[in-house]
């Protein structure tokens, strides 16, 4: 596969919005914050997340599963997860084409958001939905989950109206959440996004949820809420 070829298929497998270069309402990237939530307003959050999370499929993050993650929670059923290798952690063969140097250069940059890399991607499709939510993991140097949510939010394009809040997850563990708009140049359209971050003994963990546009996106959220449900450190 060629460098644009690569560059092409990653985009549109990994980045939050679905075309580079376009703008927000106001004509230009933006990210904007609030403080964290209080005690109430993140228990009321845990609990909403508890009353709309979906059914379970299954466990992932744990040895064995097909994620192994700092982290463990549960996926939503029917939907497929599994492990993304970055490139510049596999073994490769020694190549004098120039175009495959830099497409695996173009791979491995898009395999990175800010401070985390890409480690699993769980498919909505087999559910009916298109969409992912995926995990990225950081090193044990990053520890504040919300420097490093905010992080990750800057690094994608044309955001705006990022609100941030804490939460605690089922399993005890302490987040922080952010909902914000993407637009996309390509598709001419702004869509919502969810993440939220944790950290851990082996760095922080940020779980995203993307979606085509806004409406799959919600389809999907109980996915991302049975995720909030039950995580948990492994």
């Known amino acids: 596969m060629g460098m644009a070829a690569a560059g092409a298929a990653l985009t549109t497998a990994l980045s939050g919005c679905a075309g580079p270069g376009g703008t927000d309402d106001t004509g230009r990237?933006?990210?904007?914050?609030?403080?964290?939530?209080?005690?109430?307003?993140?228990?009321?959050?845990?609990a909403s997340a508890s009353a709309k999370a979906g059914p379970s499929g299954g466990t992932i993050g744990v040895a064995g599963s097909a994620c192994e993650l700092p982290v463990r929670f549960d996926i939503a059923r029917h939907w497929k997860a599994k492990s993304i290798a970055a490139a510049g952690n596999e073994p490769s063969e020694a190549s004098d084409k120039k175009d495959d140097n830099l497409g695996g250069a173009l791979a491995d940059s898009l395999l990175r958001q800010g401070p985390v890399t890409a480690a699993c991607e769980i498919d909505a499709k087999p559910a009916g939905n298109i969409g992912f939510l995926r995990v990225?993991?950081?090193?044990?140097?990053?520890?504040?989950a919300g420097g490093v949510l905010r992080a990750f939010v800057a690094a994608e394009d044309n955001v705006s109206k990022a609100e941030y809040h804490s939460f605690t997850t089922g399993?005890?563990?302490?987040?922080?959440?952010?909902?914000?708009?993407?637009?996309?140049?390509?598709l001419e359209e702004t869509k919502k996004e969810s993440a939220f971050a944790v950290s851990t003994p082996d760095g922080p963990v940020v779980l995203h949820l993307g979606g085509m546009d806004t409406e799959e996106h919600e389809e999907m959220r109980p996915a991302y809420d049975l995720a909030k449900r039950t995580l948990e450190l492994t």
């Open 171 to 186: 399993g005890g563990v302490t987040a922080v959440e952010v909902e914000y708009l993407c637009t996309s140049e390509l």
């Open 29 to 46: 990237p933006e990210a904007s914050s609030t403080a964290p939530a209080s005690a109430s307003a993140s228990a009321s959050a845990s």
């Open 136 to 144: 990225w993991t950081g090193g044990t140097g990053d520890a504040d």
